[in-house]
């Protein structure tokens, strides 16, 4: 397809390729380079996030025990579970229900030794059915010591422990138990993700990842390893695609908080550069467009110039061409040389004429002279060679009697070298003749032409039987007197040539092609040697003595006339003692 355009619509072709080439491959590694960049940045990000927020909820979680110790500590407190006497209780309720902060701090109690509740809150709402041993199991409590539980899911809420060991004199005596409700408004979540960034999440959970939550209600959480929570993860969600998240345990407490970004939200950024780069890539797609075409421009119209100057300099008319391109580059040499040529042909084209003009009258003189002789050769030689063939005939025919057998072989042998000098002089005239001869075209059954050569042919062979083969001779259009003679020397040959041979065969065929036909002649012969077939087609050109068989030396080069005439070509194959082929080729338009 592009071997059909011209170079000045070639050449903004390929570079435009080549720009869109460019363009996609290094748009492709800048996209990649920064969408990397983006994800080292945005896993950085996370971590910081991730310690931050483990940090904040850190000091929280310490406030939140330095006030429960603090409280444990109060005399009130440590008297009420030692006594249960009601002067300390005012204190101790008074003490309690200033721990409950706000709606979320559902219970506060005293708890004995025992595991005992002997003491409660008035502000307290919820009981929390947790087993106290549980509890106490997983977060044991020292004396003057204050520690947070893990969460614990029940009724589809989250609530978590803070245990204060009280004690007397270094003695635990019982256990100041607050049990706080784990609970967010989704707006609070809301603001909190948009500080941390688009699309991120939190999670709380314990430590074992046995309970996650949104801060909200519980949720299935990412998939964390225990011992590798301080790795940064990266996992697939159905709805969200690839994630990324990083776990931080909560200092004082036994949580894990868990940051998660969806790596579309990552990347936010890196995609609003695709439009930018699309737009940088077409800008300079119509930048080079209107390059190319002024390059091209600039490089074919000189082009065009030469093309059109070396179109016009065979004309009749023949003059120098001067092409004006201005500058020194390729180009402007280009014209300079062609300028250069074009005058040197056209000082060479006058030289041309005249020898024309001299070979031409050349040439008018010596068809002249070759009319001269070929009348000469049909008038003055054939009248005295038909005297000495009728004399010698004469001679024989009234006087043979009379003359001994060296006489008779005397008279023969003129009658049959004048016969041949006849013969001779008839091919010589047709040979010559040939040249001026124009072809009649016309439609030629070569079938029925080889059937009709070899009828005549073998009408003065009757005491041999010749097997002779005829098929597959495809019709042209040719002279069909010239391809007639053509026929009757080549088979006139294969007759000749395989006479001496038990059982001769001669075969004659063809074949079809698209623009040319090709037919030969083939006989088991004599043949010859292939060394010396150069000489076959030349005049008086002999591979055999006269004595082996008769024959002028003129009839292949009439052939090879004929065809070249019809713009065809002949050649011959053969071996000693084999026979020979010969085959021509005719085109199918001249």
């Not at 927020?53 to 025990?65: C, D, E, N, T």
């Not at 947790?130 to 977060?139: D, F, G, I, M, W």
């Not at 899911?153 to 004690?167: E, N, R």
């Amino acid at each position: 397809m592009l071997g059909k355009l011209s170079i000045r619509q070639r050449l903004p072709l390929l570079i435009c390729g080549l720009l869109l080439f460019t363009i996609t491959i290094y748009g492709f590694l800048n996209y990649y380079s920064l969408r990397k960049a983006a994800l080292a940045i945005g896993k950085v990000r996370i971590s910081l996030l991730a310690n931050q927020i483990s940090g904040m909820l850190g000091q929280q979680a310490q406030g939140v025990r330095k006030t429960t110790r603090a409280t444990a500590a109060e005399k009130s407190i440590i008297a009420y579970l030692r006594t249960h006497n009601d002067q300390y209780r005012a204190d101790a309720l008074n003490l309690m229900d200033k721990l409950h902060r706000d709606s979320t701090w559902v219970s506060v109690e005293l708890i004995d030794t025992n595991r005992q509740t002997v003491l409660r809150s008035n502000k307290s709402t919820v009981h929390v059915p947790v087993p106290l041993s549980e509890v106490l199991l997983s977060t044991p409590a020292m004396p003057d010591s204050c520690r947070i539980g893990r969460f614990y899911a029940t009724s589809g809420s989250l609530y978590y422990p803070i245990i204060a060991g009280v004690s007397d004199n270094g003695k635990l005596c019982g256990y100041l138990v607050i049990w706080q409700l784990l609970h967010a408004t989704p707006q609070a979540v809301a603001q909190l993700s948009q500080l941390m960034g688009s699309g991120a999440r939190l999670y709380l959970g314990n430590a074992d990842a046995s309970i996650w939550t949104d801060m909200i209600k519980p949720v299935s959480g990412p998939p964390l390893h225990i011992g590798h929570q301080d790795e940064l993860i990266e996992y697939n969600d159905q709805d969200s695609g690839t994630l990324y998240a990083k776990a931080q345990p909560v200092f004082h407490t036994p949580w894990l908080a868990v940051i998660v970004f969806p790596e579309k939200n990552i990347l936010e950024g890196t995609q609003s550069l695709i439009p930018w780069i699309l737009l940088f890539g077409v800008i300079l797609m119509v930048i080079g467009i209107l390059a190319a075409r002024i390059v091209s421009r600039d490089i074919t119209k000189p082009l065009n110039e030469l093309t059109d100057a070396a179109r016009a300099m065979p004309g009749e008319q023949l003059q120098p061409i001067i092409i004006d391109v201005p500058g020194n580059d390729e180009l402007g040499q280009l014209a300079a040389a062609f300028n250069r040529m074009t005058n040197q042909i056209y000082l060479m084209w006058q030289g041309l004429e005249q020898k024309v003009q001299d070979r031409t009258w050349q040439l008018e003189r010596a068809n002249k002279e070759l009319d001269a002789f070929s009348y000469s050769v049909s008038h003055d030689l054939r009248t005295p060679l038909r005297a000495i063939n009728g004399y010698a005939v004469m001679l024989k025919e009234d006087y043979g009697p009379q003359f001994d057998a060296e006489g008779n072989r005397i008279i023969n042998n003129i009658v049959t070298n004048a016969t041949r000098m006849g013969r001779l002089i008839d091919d010589l005239l047709a040979f010559s003749k040939l040249g001026k001869k124009d072809l009649a075209l016309t439609h030629v059954d070569m079938q029925g032409l080889a059937h009709t050569v070899v009828n005549e042919l073998l009408q003065n062979e009757d005491d041999k039987d010749y097997d002779i083969q005829i098929t597959g001779l495809p019709p042209v259009e040719a002279d069909a007197g010239m391809i007639r003679q053509v026929l009757m020397n080549l088979v006139s040959n294969a007759i000749k040539y395989s006479s001496k041979k038990e059982h001769p065969v001669i075969r004659i065929g063809g074949e079809d092609y698209d623009n040319y036909a090709v037919y030969f002649v083939k006989d088991n012969g004599a043949g010859f040697d292939m060394a010396y077939s150069d000489k076959l087609f030349g005049v008086f050109q002999r591979l055999h003595s006269q004595e082996e068989f008769e024959g002028t030396g003129v009839g292949l080069a009439l052939v090879k006339r004929i065809i070249d005439k019809h713009h065809g070509t002949v050649r011959a194959e053969g071996k000693e003692g084999q026979g020979a082929t010969f085959y021509f080729h005719l085109p199918k338009k001249i």
